[in-house]
């Protein structure tokens, strides 16, 4: 029995090696992979802007992430806390939230506020609804591919999360929802 042991032993170590070296081979090779925004984007203006998107015009911080809201939110406190705000990350305000929309008819700057957290920090809404962050986003950029706007429609701790209008409306897919890989 021991013998069996022991060779168990034995054969895991000796995969070891080659799972470590299978490793540093996928990391090495590649490009970066852009994880999105982080939790607060410290020195960064805290601006909304409406910006084109696979889904149409969406709600996006000053440097163009798309940002959700999430329906199990109600009265206007953010609900996603913990392991949800690892995925969902709030739009944490460093500043009194502002519109930095060119034409100024699309966004309304009196629907512009922030919220408090279970934590204290003020967090950015948009007509009532906190506003997060999906980490699956790839980075802003062209409007007609769904990869910045990954979270549209996805169904996780406990609710619904959608790209946002500029009248403070859920802005849901058009077909079905595929989750990110």
């Known amino acids: 029995m021991t013998a069996t042991v022991r060779g168990t032993v034995v054969r895991r170590a000796a995969v070891l090696p080659v799972l470590l070296a299978a490793v540093a081979a ?19 203006a805290t ?12 709600l996006a911080d000053g440097t163009g992430h798309t940002l959700y809201q999430f329906d199990a939110d109600r009265g206007g406190s953010p609900t996603c806390a913990d392991a949800c705000a690892n995925a ?9 939230p502002t519109s930095t929309d060119g034409n100024k008819n699309s966004l309304d700057d ?16 948009y007509a009532g609804h906190p506003l997060y962050y999906f980490s699956g ?23 619904t999360w959608n790209a946002v209008s500029g009248s403070g409306a859920a802005v849901k897919p058009n077909g079905a929802v595929v989750a990110p890989s």
């Open 26 to 44: 996928l990391t090495a090779c590649g490009s970066p992979v852009d994880e999105g925004p982080k939790l607060e984007l410290s020195g960064a």
């Open 47 to 58: 601006t909304l802007q409406l910006r084109p998107s696979f889904y149409g015009a969406t």
């Open 88 to 96: 969902w990350r709030p739009y944490i305000a460093t500043g009194e």
């Open 110 to 125: 009196a629907q512009i506020g922030t919220v408090t957290r279970a934590d204290g920090r003020q967090q950015v809404s």
């Open 137 to 159: 986003d790839a980075a802003p950029g062209d409007p007609d591919r769904v990869d910045d706007i990954r979270g549209a429609g996805l169904v996780q701790y406990g609710g």
